[in-house]
């Protein structure tokens, strides 16, 4: 994989002034309940919203056309707001919506233990440094870091994203892929190839917060679960959210960033 650094900031505004556009006329769906499958409620969040996006891309596709009203060139205004500057304008959402109603219903995505261990390593990982991308310590990649966990079957991927954004704003962010131009996080979110996934999300020192998901076709446990090992690793990424890792409590700035 190449590591590459789009600057998506304005799509993340662009995406979170559309979320409170369809507040009103939709919610999240799916189970949100903490600690289902070792999950914190951040990362459940995300997983629901994956997996509606799966079973309804059809749905996703409405909530991007009612955007195009606000778009002038590459710039977005919706009524009262400042206007944002975009890399594409609305040709990476008509993209989106294109590619959205002509994708068919995928079947969710299961949690996998090892899958989450790797993607819980590339989280700490960049928690403690501040790195950003896929290449982790030692020059790790995915296919690297699942290893001591396990063995991947099929294809494997991995996706990231930097900011302080809800879960559907994570999910409309990788969608619309505005200046990615292979769109490798919204295929990837619609694959038919990916039955399970490994998700950490928690503080980081550049960006607020940044979650990882890690995808397979299917996964092999190289050693069966430990509680006391699931709990550990929950309580270091609930800390890590709230601030309280073993460095100083990352400083706001403005949420967005996504990586290939």
């Known amino acids: 994989m190449k590591v590459r650094l ?14 409170l556009f369809i507040s009103s006329q939709t919610q999240s769906q799916g189970n949100t309940s903490a600690g289902a499958d070792g999950l914190s409620q951040a990362e459940q969040d995300l997983l629901n919203e994956i997996n509606q996006v799966r079973a309804h891309p059809d749905v996703y596709s409405k909530y991007l056309q009612s955007l195009k009203p606000f778009f002038k060139g590459k710039d977005y205004q919706p009524n009262g707001q400042p206007s944002l500057k975009t890399n594409e304008g609305w040709d990476a959402v008509q993209d989106a919506i294109i590619f959205l109603s002509a994708a068919k219903p995928q079947g969710r995505l299961n949690t996998s233990r090892g899958l989450r261990l790797a993607a819980v390593t590339h989280f ?27 063995t ?72 069966p679960a430990k509680t006391s090992a699931g709990a550990s690793t929950n309580t270091a990424n609930d800390n890590a959210t709230r601030g309280k890792s073993n460095k100083a409590a990352p400083a706001k700035i403005t949420p967005g960033r996504s990586h290939r």
């Open 6 to 19: 789009f600057g998506l900031v304005s799509t993340c505004f662009l995406v979170a002034l559309l979320v």
């Open 124 to 150: 700490r990982d960049q928690n403690a440094t501040g790195a950003i991308g896929h290449r982790g310590a030692s020059s790790s990649m995915i296919e690297d870091r699942v290893k001591p966990f396990g």
């Open 152 to 223: 991947w079957q099929g294809a494997i991927g991995e996706s990231l994203s930097y900011g302080n954004e809800s879960a559907r704003e994570r999910v409309l962010t990788w969608l619309i892929d505005d200046g990615v131009v292979s769109r490798g996080h919204r295929k990837r979110l619609l694959s038919p190839d990916y039955n399970v996934a490994g998700l950490s999300c928690g503080a980081h020192p550049r960006f607020g917060t940044m979650c990882v998901l890690t995808l397979a076709g299917g996964f092999v446990d190289l050693q």
